[in-house]
C-alpha cells in the first residue's frame, strides 16, 4: 500500500491566484517553497505544494552572492524557465529583482511581462509598501498578478541596517498594517509577510481578504514560504531562526562525494556493470588490424 499523499493527476488542478483567495476563504493553509531548477520543481508539484516561488533568494544559496543585491532579470528568468519546465500544478511565482521595477514604471511593467511571456511564469512578487502603489497598479493593470511583500524586504538590507526582523514596536506596526491594506487595495492577490512578529502578522492576516504567506512570521498566516536550501540543509552560510531544518543535504552530499573520491582512487569505480563491451569477434579483429 502507498503511503503518499501525492494526489494522481486525475484529482490534481492547475492551482491559481484565484485558488489562493479561495484557501483562505476555507481557511486552509497555502505551502509554498522555492525553487530554481527543474528537478526541485519536478519533486515540489509531484508532493502537491500550491506554488513555488522563484525567490531572489537564488543569489545567494544557489549563485553564492553576499545578498541578493547583486541577482540580475537575466538570472532569474533562466531560473525561472528551468522551473517552469518542471511544474505542471502549483501556482509559479518569479521575484522581481533589485532594480527591476523601482525606477521606472514602465520599465516594471515590461520586466514583469517577461515573467510571464519568456519564463513560464504565473506571478510576480516584488518588495515593498506604500511606494510601490503605483509600480503595482500599473503592473496589475497589465494583466500580471503581483505578490507583495512587506516587513523584512531583503533588497532593503542596507536601509533596514541588516537583516533584522522589523515592525516590532507600535508605529512600525501600525504603518505595516496600513501597507498591506494599500497592497491589496492595488490589487495584490497575497503578500508575503517576512520576520515579523508572529501577533502582528496574525492581526493582519484577519484584517485582509487576500492571504499573507508567511516566513518567520508565525502560525497565524494564511500559508507559509521556507527557502528550500534553508530547509533542505543546503546552505551552510547561515540558518534563520525561523527555519525547520528538515534534511541535511550538505552532510548527506560530503558522505556520497567523499565515498566517490575513495572508490576513483581505490579502481574499485566504475565496476564491470557501469561499462561498455565490444563483442569480442570485433576486438580481435581491431587487434588482428591495430595491435602490436
Ligand atoms: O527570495 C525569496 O526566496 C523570498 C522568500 C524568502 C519569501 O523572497
Redesign the pocket.
Known amino acids: 500500500m502507498s503511503t503518499t499523499s501525492v494526489d494522481s493527476p486525475a484529482q490534481r488542478k492547475k492551482i491559481t491566484t484565484r485558488s489562493f483567495v479561495q484557501k483562505k476563504q476555507r481557511s486552509e493553509p497555502i505551502s509554498v517553497l522555492?525553487a530554481y531548477d527543474y528537478p526541485t520543481a519536478l519533486a515540489l508539484d509531484r508532493v502537491g505544494v500550491d506554488s513555488i516561488?522563484v525567490?531572489?533568494?537564488?543569489g545567494m544559496v544557489v549563485l553564492g552572492y553576499e545578498n541578493?543585491l547583486p541577482v540580475t532579470m537575466d538570472e532569474m528568468l533562466h531560473h525561472c524557465r528551468a522551473v517552469a519546465r518542471g511544474a505542471r500544478y502549483a501556482l509559479l511565482i518569479g521575484?522581481m529583482p533589485f532594480m527591476s521595477y523601482q525606477a521606472d514604471v514602465n520599465d516594471a511593467v515590461r520586466n514583469a511581462g517577461r515573467f510571464l511571456q519568456e519564463a513560464g511564469m504565473d506571478a510576480v512578487?516584488l518588495?515593498g509598501g506604500r511606494e510601490r502603489i503605483e509600480v503595482i497598479r500599473a503592473i496589475v493593470g497589465a494583466g500580471i498578478p503581483v505578490q507583495g511583500?512587506l516587513g523584512l524586504t531583503?533588497q532593503s538590507v542596507h536601509q533596514l541596517g541588516g537583516m533584522r526582523a522589523q515592525a516590532r514596536n507600535a508605529a512600525a506596526a501600525q504603518r505595516l498594517l496600513e501597507d498591506a491594506l494599500l497592497l491589496q487595495a492595488a490589487g495584490c492577490f497575497s503578500i508575503?509577510l517576512?520576520s515579523v512578529p508572529a501577533r502582528l502578522a496574525e492581526f493582519v492576516s484577519q484584517r485582509l481578504e487576500i492571504p499573507t504567506?508567511g516566513?518567520g512570521a508565525g502560525a497565524g498566516c494564511d500559508g507559509q514560504?521556507?527557502?528550500t536550501h534553508d530547509l533542505l540543509g543546503l546552505f551552510e552560510r547561515f540558518t534563520p531562526r525561523f527555519v525547520r531544518q528538515y534534511a541535511n543535504f550538505c552532510a548527506q552530499m560530503e558522505t556520497a562525494f567523499t565515498a566517490y573520491k575513495a572508490d576513483v582512487e581505490a579502481r574499485t569505480f566504475p565496476a564491470e556493470e557501469h561499462s561498455v563491451e565490444m563483442l569480442e569477434d570485433e576486438w580481435q579483429q581491431f587487434l588482428n588490424e591495430f595491435g602490436a
Open positions: 522555492t516561488l525567490g531572489d533568494s537564488l541578493t521575484d512578487k518588495e511583500h531583503p508575503v517576512e504567506i516566513i514560504v521556507l527557502v
